[in-house]
């Protein structure tokens, strides 16, 4: 991706030496009080004409004890013109001088349309409505009796503006256009090294969509205030305040405006309220004096916005994952089995789904088929006949995929052999391997900058996929979160994410039926990103985070994803199964599964038989109205993606931009022509769903509605999901 890059200028001040002067000294006057004391009252004799002559001695003389000495002294009228004169001039200075600073504190600069005023210290832009897109707060970091120097950049200020905050700042805005949007560019080009730039978003009257996975994904993005978080990617089961696996440096804003902030800025989210996110430069010592620069395009809408703006900062897919992974379901081994995981295990697992007649397509082993994590190969012990086990599975019509990390455990053998062969991350002295406790034990971490190092995991892939006819991998970990907290790579990153697009550039040579959990500019990685996993509860860090999750993802470019299990992870966030799995309500397991039928695969782990026979009954008839009617409706919405940069799961706002439904989070489009409306409370039976403009088909009850309102009371029981499609849209019936 390319990075456009402000350089920093160097502000030298000069110091000016002040000459001091010397104090009174009574001894250096013409006639001292010890004169007087040496000279006799005889020898004083006084006539009139000498004391007019000392009064008002001869011009050009003066007298010094008696002793006349020529000088040329001005005439006094004269001298009095010129003391009125430096007066004025020192008059008009002072106000000059004042006025100007007071000038500088009143400015207001406008740069095409958008308007910076300097006493609210205020960044308006507004949509190509003309109606005002965001209002930002600039330079909150400086005190507020600072006012700037103006500092053009070109002689009218049409196209750009300059502001310099003396030893703090300096402030650039630079105007471009791109298709339908106008552009701009900030940057905040630090002086000082010990205040930050940073700049705070007013969010009064716009919504805010983007950013990333969170422990609880709101949509739009939540405005819970914060104290500050590194935008960097973590695992959330470690810390639920930061941000999750996949992240972008992209928000789009109600009104029609996209924010993007670039890479090489360290980047600090802080909600300071309800109503202000604020960016802010700063959270890695490498960066001496970071700055802060980010970029906001405005278009007509939301919708506009997003299409204009997607391919150059969002990217685009331009491979995709084998479509087998979207028609049938994807089985994991992880959410079932912890404690225990045998070659008997999989093989009775895999089994029971095929005797059951359940549809599948990729069966994901995950943790604990190695002997010790990072060996690379099945622990003999409990797989002693795994190549056999690998063939069964391909009989029984799965794919298989082994689930491996970048971490290797310092007790397996490949920990030597990879010290031996110089492929570890680096402490920060760069003399021995940098360790991290991540979830699974204490591990050596990848360096995807060096080549050998990803040859040496290129060698083990292509070994463990020759020797056991594997499929393909999911591909786990690679979060900043789980690096070592001070390390050095061989090759410089950008930033700290960088390192997971590197290790998704090498996931993506192990084949389309990879799966991944990270993502950092990866759109167009032929690979299946996954959701992280989610906790077996209603809230908004389990069910009612699907739809939002599914929404943020679409924004950030990534059109298909393997949700996560239906029913949530029963040991989400467990390093040990010491405290035992949680148990999954049937309810929520069957809410969960009519969501996902709707995303663009869906995920099973713990099987339905484990809540009954009538589950079984359901999940069975979700799976087929997955193949017959949403599968083709996925790949009709990916071809329209390739066109218009139209998401495949979208948002409601979509048919009607700038409508005042942009919170709603329990209702999303598949493609253009079906809006799923999904019960997510406990014990509901009816919802109330509000319909874009057009003619609706509820495909639940068979009734016709037309669109523009919302429709109160529809019935949707435990075993029934609630959706429509679209039989005319708003501009056919116009």
């Known amino acids: 991706m390319d990075l456009r890059k402000t350089s920093i200028e160097q502000l030298i001040?000069?110091?000016?030496?002040?000459?001091?002067?010397?104090?009174?000294?009574?001894?250096?006057?013409?006639?001292?009080?010890?004169?007087?004391?040496?000279?006799d009252s005889n020898d004083l004799s006084f006539n009139n004409d000498s004391i007019q002559q000392a009064l008002n001695p001869p011009r050009g003389t003066i007298t010094v004890r008696g002793t006349p000495k020529k000088y040329w002294q001005w005439p006094r009228e004269l001298l009095l013109k010129f003391m009125v004169v430096g007066l004025a001039i020192v008059i008009i200075a002072g106000t000059a001088l004042i006025w100007y600073?007071?000038?500088?504190?009143?400015?207001?600069?406008?740069?095409?349309?958008?308007?910076?005023?300097?006493?609210?210290?205020?960044?308006?832009?507004?949509?190509?409505?003309?109606?005002?897109?965001?209002?930002?707060?600039?330079?909150?970091?400086?005190?507020?009796?600072q006012n700037p120097w103006n500092c053009w950049t070109d002689s009218q200020g049409v196209h750009s503006a300059c502001l310099e905050f003396s030893t703090y700042s300096r402030f650039t805005l630079k105007y471009w256009t791109m298709d339908n949007a106008k552009c701009y560019d900030v940057a905040w080009q630090q002086i000082s090294p010990v205040v930050p730039p940073e700049d705070c978003i007013q969010l009064d009257d716009v919504l805010l969509y983007g950013g990333g996975q969170t422990y609880e994904q709101?949509?739009?993005?939540?405005?819970?205030?914060?104290?500050?978080?590194?935008?960097?990617?973590?695992?959330?089961?470690?810390?639920?305040?930061?941000?999750?696996?996949?992240?972008?440096?992209?928000?789009?804003?109600?009104?029609?405006?996209?924010?993007?902030?670039?890479?090489?800025?360290?980047?600090?989210?802080?909600?300071?309220?309800?109503?202000?996110?604020?960016?802010?430069?700063?959270?890695?010592?490498?960066?001496?004096?970071?700055?802060?620069?980010?970029?906001?395009?405005?278009?007509?809408?939301?919708?506009?916005?997003?299409?204009?703006t997607a391919e150059r900062y969002v990217g685009l897919a331009t491979h995709t994952p084998d479509l087998e992974l979207l028609e049938n379901p994807v089985w994991s081994t992880s959410g079932y089995f912890w404690e225990e995981i045998t070659q008997a295990s999989i093989e009775d697992f895999a089994g029971e789904i095929v005797e059951r007649q359940f549809p599948h397509s990729l069966l994901i082993i995950d943790s604990k088929y190695e002997e010790h994590y990072g060996d690379f190969d099945f622990d003999p012990v409990n797989f002693e006949r795994a190549p056999e086990m690998i063939s069964q599975l391909h009989d029984f019509g799965f794919s298989v995929s082994l689930r491996l990390t970048p971490y290797i455990n310092t007790d397996s053998p490949c920990f030597q052999e990879g010290l031996l062969q110089d492929v570890w991350i680096l402490d920060n002295r760069a003399l021995s391997p940098g360790l991290v406790k991540w979830w699974l034990g204490i591990a050596a971490v990848?360096?995807?900058?060096?080549?050998?190092?990803?040859?040496?995991?290129?060698?083990?892939?292509?070994?463990?996929?020759?020797?056991?006819?594997?499929?393909?991998?999911?591909?786990?970990?690679?979060?900043?979160?789980?690096?070592?907290?001070?390390?050095?790579?061989?090759?410089?990153?950008?930033?700290?994410?960088?390192?997971?697009?590197?290790?998704?550039?090498?996931?993506?040579?192990?084949?389309?039926?990879?799966?991944?959990?990270?993502?950092?500019?990866?759109?167009?990685?032929?690979?299946?990103?996954?959701?992280?996993d989610r906790e077996p509860v209603w809230g908004y860090n389990g069910l009612r985070a699907l739809i939002p999750t599914a929404l943020t993802l679409s924004v950030l470019g990534y059109p298909l994803f393997l949700p996560t299990m239906i029913g949530g992870n029963r040991y989400f966030g467990f390093e040990d199964a010491s405290r035992g799995p949680s148990e999954i309500d049937i309810e929520l397991y069957i809410r969960w599964?009519?969501?996902?039928?709707?995303?663009?695969?869906?995920?099973?782990?713990?099987?339905?038989?484990?809540?009954?026979?009538?589950?079984?009954?359901?999940?069975?008839?979700?799976?087929q109205l997955h193949a017959d009617v949403v599968y083709p409706a996925i790949l009709a919405a990916l071809t329209e993606y390739r066109l218009t940069r139209a998401p495949v799961i979208r948002p409601l706002w979509w048919l009607e931009p700038?409508?005042?439904?942009?919170?709603?989070?329990?209702?999303?489009?598949?493609g253009g022509r079906i809006l799923v409306a999904p019960v997510l409370e406990l014990g509901a039976r009816s919802r109330d769903v509000y319909l874009p403009a057009g003619t609706w088909r509820d495909e639940l009850h068979n009734e016709v509605y037309h669109g523009a309102r919302t429709i109160t009371g529809l019935s949707v029981q435990l075993n029934e999901v609630l959706y429509f499609t679209l039989e005319h849209a708003a501009e056919q019936i116009q």
């Open 13 to 39: 001040v000069e110091e000016t030496n002040l000459d001091t002067h010397t104090g009174y000294n009574p001894q250096d006057t013409v006639t001292s009080l010890a004169s007087f004391q040496s000279v």
């Open 101 to 145: 600073y007071y000038d500088q504190g009143q400015l207001t600069v406008t740069v095409a349309g958008a308007v910076i005023t300097v006493a609210a210290r205020t960044l308006e832009i507004k949509n190509t409505k003309n109606n005002i897109g965001i209002t930002i707060s600039i330079a909150t970091h400086v005190p507020e009796y």
């Open 218 to 308: 709101k949509w739009p993005v939540s405005r819970d205030p914060d104290t500050g978080v590194e935008f960097l990617s973590t695992h959330i089961h470690s810390n639920t305040s930061q941000f999750g696996s996949i992240l972008g440096r992209f928000w789009l804003f109600s009104s029609g405006l996209v924010l993007i902030v670039n890479e090489s800025t360290p980047l600090i989210i802080t909600q300071r309220s309800e109503t202000m996110m604020c960016l802010k430069a700063g959270y890695d010592s490498v960066f001496e004096l970071p700055s802060l620069l980010y970029t906001v395009c405005a278009g007509n809408d939301a919708k506009s916005i997003f299409q204009a």
């Open 446 to 532: 990848i360096d995807f900058t060096k080549p050998n190092a990803i040859d040496w995991l290129a060698t083990k892939i292509t070994n463990l996929r020759n020797y056991y006819g594997v499929d393909g991998f999911k591909m786990d970990g690679g979060e900043v979160g789980y690096l070592p907290t001070a390390f050095s790579t061989s090759g410089q990153l950008v930033n700290s994410n960088v390192y997971s697009t590197l290790y998704t550039k090498v996931a993506e040579t192990f084949g389309n039926k990879t799966v991944i959990s990270v993502g950092y500019n990866s759109q167009d990685s032929p690979v299946l990103f996954s959701m992280m």
């Open 593 to 623: 599964m009519q969501v996902e039928v709707f995303l663009p695969t869906m995920h099973f782990s713990t099987p339905p038989w484990s809540f009954g026979s009538d589950t079984v009954v359901i999940a069975r008839a979700m799976v």
């Open 658 to 670: 700038g409508s005042n439904h942009d919170l709603c989070d329990s209702e999303f489009l598949v």
